[in-house]
């Protein structure tokens, strides 16, 4: 049996589009969790910044800017809804500069295990910001 995606390109029909951008929001920050914590494993089984360290923290970065992506394309409900929006993106960005190339430089094996945690800490806090955006769903 074959599947049917509806006209919409949503998950259901009567799917919204908040509810879509929190079902990709969802998905990219699953995968920044999972890998963000691969790259601390795999920092404390070699000690160093491996290759394939930096190649985690690249997908987390990368799902990252995916979130940043989403959320430009978001249309929020409520008010409150749009200031969280703006929170997330602004915490999104942030993680990105700050642990990319412009700052800190992860993603080219610069750092230390508690740049990779602290990393770890600012991804789990947007899970948080994410789960807390998804609660005005209803």
Known sequence: MVATVP???HTSENQTSFGYCLECLEGHILAAVTET???????????K???????KIRV???????????????????PEAELQLKQ??????WIRKNFGLGGIGLTIGK????DLKNLRKQVLYL???IYNLASLEG
Not at 61 to 77: K, T
Not at 88 to 93: E, K, Q, T, V
Not at 111 to 114: N, V
């Open 7 to 9: 006209e919409s390109g």
């Open 37 to 47: 914590r691969h790259a601390v494993e795999r920092f404390n089984s070699s000690r």
């Open 49 to 55: 910044m491996t290759r394939g360290v930096v190649e």
């Open 60 to 78: 987390v970065l990368a799902e990252v800017q995916g979130i940043d992506e989403d959320i430009g394309e978001a249309e929020a409900p409520t």
């Open 88 to 93: 997330i993106l602004d915490a999104s960005r």
């Open 111 to 114: 750092g230390t295990e508690a």
């Open 127 to 129: 899970q948080k910001m």
